[in-house]
C-alpha cells in the first residue's frame, strides 16, 4: 500500500504473463488454420486444433493437459490414506508403553489386574481405545497420549468439513470446543432453514456476524457457504470411499470417540445429509485408488480428493471437447493453484490468441452459424503462401535476375499504402500529405519541420500492360487425397489466386476442379472442399469449361495449367451424363484430346503438373503437351505451387520484359521459372 496525500494506490501482484511479450502472431495462427481447413478441417475444428497443439513459442492445451495428468498420477503415486490410523496407533502404543512402565513400578493388585487388561487388548486401534475409555490410568504421560488420540480424532474430523481446523485447534480449550460446537449447530439449522426454501438472508448474516472466523474464505451468501463446504463434504466422502473396508471401519468406530463423546460425529453426519440434499450434483460417490506410502490425515487427505477433483475438471475444461466450449472456460486460479503460475500465463495466452482469432475478422459466423474463413482471411492466407512460393522460386538456378524500369506494369492512377516487398514508385503528393496529418494529429507542428514514418508512404498503383486468362484445372478426384496431395493442390491454387488478385489484377482466373464431373469453384469453396469417394477424373469436362472461360475473353493470352494425378477416366456425354470406365476408355482419350485441340486453337500456353510415377499417365499427359505445343512439369508436392506459379507467369507472355522481373513481383528477390 502507497499513500501520497489523501490519495491511496493499492498495489497487488501482477498475473498476467511477460508485459514485454510481444503480440498475438496471428499470421502463424491463421498459417496453421488454413492448412487443418484445406484438409478438410472446418474453421471452428481447425482453431481448436490450433489452441490445442499451441504455436512455434507457445504451449497448447495439450500440454498444460499433460502436466494436469501428471499432477493427478504423482499425487496418487505419492499418497496413502492411512495418516490419521497411523498416528492413532503410534500415539496409543506409546500410552501404552508408558502406562506398563508405571505398572511395574505398583505392587499392588490392582498393578497386576491393569497389567493383564493391557496385555490382552484388542489387535485393533479403534477397539483398543474404545477400550480404554474407562481406564483409570496411573501413568499421567499415559492418559496425555490418549487423550490426544481423542483430540486429534476431533480436530482431523473436522479438518475434513473445514479446511485448517486441525491447526487451529491445536491446544484448545474446553472453550474453544465449545464455540466449535455451537457453530456446528447453527450452521446446521442456517442449512435445514435454506432446505426448508425459507428466506436465510437475515440468518445468513447473523451466522456469519457470530462464526465468521470459522470462514476466511468469506462467502457472501448462503449459497456461496454451501457451495464451499459442499465441495468439501463430498471429498471426505469420496476419501472414506477410496479407503479399504477395514479402515474405514476403524475409522468409522474412532470417530465414536472424537473430543471424547459421539456428538461430534452427530452434528457432522447430520451437515453431510443436509448437504447432500442441497447439491446432489457433486461426486459423491467416487473414490480413488491411491498406491503410495506418504500418509495423509483426514483433513489433507480430503484436501487431496479435492485437488484431484479440481484437476478433473481442469483436464475437461482442457480438453475443450463440449459444444460452445471457449477459452474463458478454464478455471485460471485451479490451474495456478495445481501448476502454478506458469501455466496460467500459458492458458491466458492461449485465450488471447482465441479471442484475437475471433475478433479479427479472419473468421466470419455463416447463415448455418458454422465458422467460415473471412476473405481477409483468405487475402491474408494467400499472402502467406506465396511469400513460400518466392522462397522456393529464388533457391532455382540457371537463369539470370531481370531487372529492368517499369517491370510491374503501367500506373492505373490509384494509390494505396506500401507493403513489404513493394518496388512501385512513391506518390509524393499522397506521403507528405500523410506525414503532415500524422505529425498534426499527434500535437507536433509540421512548421518545425518533420520526419517521414513507413506508414505514411503510399505507393502508385499499376497493372499489366497485356492481360491473360488463366484457368487452372485442379484434379479432385479421391486419390489425390488419398496419397497426400490434397492440401499441395489447394494451397498452390490459394497462392496463384493472390498473386493474381494482388499483382495482375487485369488477369481473369478461373479455378475448375475435376472428379466425377468439372464445376467452377470461387478459391472460397475450393479451399474448404472435402474430399469424397467418387470414381472418375473428368479431363473432358474440365477442359470444356476452360475454353468457354477463354471466349469469354478472346483479347486476353489464354493460359491453362492442369494439376492432374491419374488418366482421364470419365467424360461428358452429350445429353449430360457421365460416363465411367477403368482402363481409360478410347472416347474418354479421343474427348479430351479434342478439347485440348480446342485449346490450342485458341492460342493457349498448356502446362501439365504430372504428381506422381504412374507410367499410364506419364505417357499420357506427355503425349497431351507435345500435341498442343505445351510442357509436362513433375514436381515434388512440396514444390507444385512454385511450379504452377512460375509457369503462369512465365506462360502468360513468353519473352517479354513488360511483365516484370520475379523480384519486382515478390518483393525486391530474384526469381527462375520456367
Known amino acids: 500500500m502507497a499513500e501520497r496525500g489523501s490519495r491511496r494506490t493499492r498495489f497487488t501482484r501482477y498475473g498476467g504473463g511477460d508485459p514485454l511479450a510481444p503480440p498475438v502472431d496471428l499470421r502463424e495462427a491463421l498459417d496453421a488454420i488454413g492448412e487443418d481447413v484445406m484438409a478438410g478441417y472446418s474453421p471452428e475444428r481447425a482453431m481448436r486444433e490450433l489452441l490445442?497443439?499451441?504455436?512455434?513459442?507457445?504451449?497448447?492445451?495439450?500440454?498444460?493437459?499433460?502436466?494436469?495428468?501428471?499432477?493427478?498420477?504423482?499425487?496418487?503415486?505419492?499418497?496413502?490414506?492411512?495418516?490419521?490410523?497411523?498416528?492413532?496407533?503410534?500415539?496409543?502404543?506409546?500410552?501404552?508403553?508408558?502406562?506398563?512402565?508405571?505398572?511395574?513400578?505398583?505392587?499392588?493388585?490392582?498393578?497386576r489386574f491393569a497389567e493383564m487388561r493391557m496385555e490382552n487388548l484388542p489387535p485393533s486401534p479403534a477397539a483398543a481405545v474404545t477400550e480404554l475409555s474407562d481406564y483409570a490410568w496411573r501413568s499421567s504421560d499415559g492418559r496425555e497420549k490418549y487423550d490426544q488420540i481423542k483430540?486429534?480424532?476431533?480436530?482431523?474430523?473436522?479438518?475434513?468439513?473445514?479446511?485448517?481446523?486441525?491447526?487451529?485447534l491445536e491446544n484448545a480449550t474446553d472453550e474453544d470446543r465449545a464455540a466449535v460446537e455451537e457453530m456446528l449447530r447453527d450452521l446446521g439449522d442456517l442449512l435445514a432453514a435454506?432446505?426448508?426454501?425459507?428466506?436465510?438472508?437475515?440468518?445468513?448474516?447473523?451466522?456469519?456476524?457470530?462464526?465468521?472466523?470459522?470462514?476466511?474464505?468469506?462467502?457472501?451468501?448462503?449459497?456461496?457457504?454451501?457451495?464451499?463446504?459442499?465441495?468439501?463434504?463430498?471429498?471426505?466422502?469420496?476419501?472414506?470411499?477410496?479407503?479399504?473396508?477395514?479402515?474405514?471401519?476403524?475409522?468409522?468406530?474412532?470417530?465414536?470417540?472424537?473430543?471424547?463423546?459421539?456428538?461430534?460425529?452427530?452434528?457432522?453426519?447430520?451437515?453431510?445429509?443436509?448437504?447432500?440434499?442441497?447439491?446432489?450434483?457433486?461426486?459423491?460417490?467416487?473414490?480413488?485408488?491411491?498406491?503410495?506410502d506418504q500418509g495423509l490425515g483426514l483433513g489433507d487427505g480430503t484436501g487431496v480428493l479435492q485437488d484431484l477433483a479440481d484437476l478433473d475438471a481442469l483436464a475437461d475444461q482442457l480438453a475443450q471437447s463440449h459444444p460452445g466450449a471457449r477459452m474463458d472456460d478454464v478455471d485460471l486460479d485451479a490451474l495456478t493453484r495445481q501448476l502454478g503460475d506458469d501455466a496460467a500465463v500459458d492458458a491466458r495466452a492461449l485465450a488471447a490468441l482465441e479471442k484475437a482469432l475471433r475478433d479479427s475478422g479472419m473468421l466470419t459466423r455463416a447463415s448455418d452459424g458454422s465458422l467460415r474463413l473471412s476473405p481477409r482471411a483468405m487475402r491474408e492466407l494467400g499472402k502467406s503462401l506465396l511469400r513460400d512460393v518466392a522462397g522456393r522460386l529464388s533457391t532455382r538456378g540457371g537463369q539470370r535476375d531481370t531487372r529492368q524500369a517499369g517491370a510491374a506494369g503501367e500506373q492505373s492512377g490509384a494509390t494505396r499504402p506500401w507493403e513489404f516487398g513493394d518496388t512501385e514508385p512513391w506518390d509524393t503528393t499522397r506521403t507528405m500529405t500523410n506525414a503532415i496529418t500524422r505529425v498534426a494529429s499527434e500535437g507536433g507542428d509540421p512548421r518545425g519541420g518533420m520526419r517521414l514514418d513507413i506508414r505514411d508512404v503510399e505507393v502508385t498503383e499499376t497493372e499489366a500492360r497485356t492481360r491473360a486468362a488463366v484457368a487452372l484445372l485442379v484434379d479432385t478426384s479421391f486419390s489425390m487425397a488419398m496419397d497426400g496431395r490434397w492440401v499441395p493442390m489447394k494451397r498452390t491454387a490459394l497462392a496463384l489466386h493472390q498473386l493474381i488478385s494482388s499483382r495482375f489484377r487485369g488477369d481473369h482466373l478461373q479455378l475448375v476442379s475435376f472428379a466425377r464431373y468439372a464445376q467452377e469453384m470461387d478459391i472460397e469453396t475450393l479451399t474448404a472442399l472435402d474430399a469424397e469417394w467418387d470414381k472418375g477424373t473428368n479431363l473432358h469436362h474440365a477442359l470444356l469449361l476452360a475454353n468457354r472461360h477463354f471466349?469469354?475473353?478472346?483479347?486476353?493470352?489464354?493460359?491453362?495449367?492442369?494439376?492432374?494425378?491419374?488418366?482421364?477416366?470419365?467424360?461428358?456425354?452429350?445429353?449430360?451424363?457421365?460416363?465411367?470406365?477403368?482402363?481409360p476408355h478410347p472416347r474418354?482419350?479421343?474427348?479430351?484430346?479434342?478439347?485440348?485441340?480446342?485449346?490450342?486453337?485458341?492460342?493457349a500456353q498448356v502446362t501439365f503438373f504430372r504428381l506422381g510415377e504412374?507410367?499410364?499417365?506419364?505417357?499420357?499427359?506427355?503425349?497431351?503437351?507435345?500435341?498442343?505445343?505445351?510442357?509436362?512439369?513433375?514436381?515434388?508436392?512440396?514444390?507444385?505451387?512454385?511450379?504452377?506459379v512460375g509457369s503462369y507467369l512465365d506462360g502468360r507472355s513468353p519473352g517479354q520484359a513488360a511483365f516484370g522481373s520475379y523480384r519486382d513481383l515478390f518483393g525486391g528477390r530474384g526469381f527462375w521459372a520456367g
Open 551 to 583: 471466349r469469354k475473353h478472346p483479347n486476353e493470352q489464354p493460359v491453362l495449367l492442369v494439376v492432374t494425378d491419374g488418366e482421364p477416366t470419365s467424360h461428358l456425354e452429350a445429353g449430360g451424363d457421365v460416363f465411367f470406365d477403368y482402363p
Open 151 to 168: 483430540d486429534l480424532l476431533g480436530r482431523e474430523l473436522l479438518d475434513q468439513r473445514f479446511a485448517g481446523m486441525k491447526q487451529a
Open 52 to 111: 490445442r497443439q499451441g504455436t512455434r513459442d507457445q504451449s497448447g492445451l495439450d500440454e498444460l493437459a499433460r502436466r494436469v495428468a501428471e499432477r493427478r498420477h504423482e499425487l496418487l503415486r505419492r499418497n496413502s490414506l492411512g495418516g490419521t490410523l497411523d498416528e492413532v496407533r503410534k500415539l496409543l502404543d506409546e500410552a501404552v508403553l508408558a502406562e506398563r512402565k508405571q505398572l511395574a513400578r505398583d505392587l499392588d493388585d490392582d498393578a
Open 614 to 644: 504412374d507410367p499410364g499417365l506419364a505417357r499420357f499427359v506427355d503425349s497431351m503437351a507435345r500435341r498442343a505445343g505445351g510442357r509436362v512439369v513433375a514436381p515434388e508436392l512440396g514444390d507444385l505451387g512454385a511450379a504452377v
Open 194 to 292: 435454506h432446505a426448508r426454501g425459507d428466506d436465510t438472508t437475515e440468518q445468513f448474516r447473523q451466522f456469519m456476524e457470530q462464526h465468521g472466523d470459522f470462514f476466511p474464505e468469506g462467502p457472501q451468501d448462503v449459497d456461496e457457504l454451501i457451495d464451499s463446504l459442499a465441495a468439501r463434504a463430498a471429498a471426505a466422502q469420496r476419501m472414506m470411499q477410496s479407503m479399504s473396508a477395514e479402515q474405514r471401519a476403524e475409522l468409522a468406530a474412532l470417530s465414536q470417540q472424537a473430543f471424547g463423546s459421539p456428538g461430534l460425529m452427530d452434528q457432522l453426519s447430520r451437515l453431510d445429509d443436509l448437504l447432500r440434499g442441497l447439491r446432489p450434483g457433486e461426486n459423491w460417490d467416487g473414490s480413488e485408488d491411491f498406491r503410495g
Open 588 to 603: 474418354t482419350l479421343a474427348l479430351a484430346v479434342r478439347e485440348l485441340d480446342a485449346s490450342a486453337r485458341l492460342g
